[in-house]
């Protein structure tokens, strides 16, 4: 394949288009994201992408309030590390250190409804090239090998898959954001220690643990129910 004919299917693989109108397609969505993340096998092997948004979400927000990213790590306990460069207190610190729960409801939110209004293709080559360039920021062989699964699933996804796969995918993904967001919180709170993120909030701020517990809350439903908004139409009227 020449360059030019190489440029125009890169090209027809990012442009939008009409996502499939039957309900069945937003059925099996959410049945595999409901599985994935209800049965532990499936669980354990792919929730560190739910981690690799936590912590990219620390480093988008850090860099937009003026911190230097310099790498991220995500364990194979599905915890993880990002590590933005700045002052050690003050308003950067905080909104940077908040914004990784709710990074991966937002992501699902926002994924939801591009899947459902034909942006699916673009959305995937998007976070294949994020995910591409996240790679220079990682800081342990396993986060490499997560990163590059991941990027790996979306753009094999994104260059083979028809449109209608790719809004499939698309679909079960964001909503499996959704699910996974609400299961890290739920962990966080039931068994987080000093060095989770609301602890450390409550550190730096002096309101404490469980008020953050519930901001968070109130954004992941927040999030879901814009998500819901989009869907409900198609799964009620199936």
């Known amino acids: 394949m020449d360059l030019e004919n190489l440029a125009r299917a890169v090209w027809e693989r990012i442009v939008p288009s009409a996502a499939p109108e039957n309900a069945w397609w937003v059925l099996t969505a959410l049945a595999a994201a409901l599985a994935v993340v209800v049965l532990p096998p499936l669980w354990h092997l792919v929730r560190p992408a739910v981690t690799i948004v936590h912590e990219l979400g620390h480093a988008i927000v850090g860099i937009l309030v003026g911190r230097r990213f310099t790498g991220f790590v995500v364990s194979a306990d599905m915890s993880g590390h990002a590590v933005t460069v700045g002052p050690r ?59 590059l699964a991941t990027a790996v699933a979306l753009g094999t996804a994104w260059w083979w898959g ?77």
């Open 162 to 238: 028809s449109p209608a796969v790719a809004a499939l995918l698309t679909l079960a993904a964001s909503v499996f954001a959704l699910f996974g967001a609400w299961r890290h919180l739920g962990a966080v709170i039931t068994g987080g220690g000093r060095g989770d993120d609301p602890a450390q909030l409550a550190q730096l701020t002096g309101v404490p643990t469980w008020i953050w517990h519930l901001l968070y809350v109130a954004v992941l439903a927040a999030c879901s129910w814009w998500a819901w908004t989009a869907l409900a139409p198609l799964v009620l009227g199936a």
């Open 89 to 147: 207190r003050g308003f950067g610190r905080i909104v940077s250190t908040w914004a990784g729960y709710p990074a991966p409801a937002i992501l699902g939110a926002v994924g939801v409804q591009i899947a459902l209004h034909g942006w699916a293709p673009t959305a995937l080559f998007a976070a294949g090239v994020v995910l591409v360039i996240s790679l220079v920021f990682t800081r342990s062989l396993h986060t490499v090998l997560a990163v």
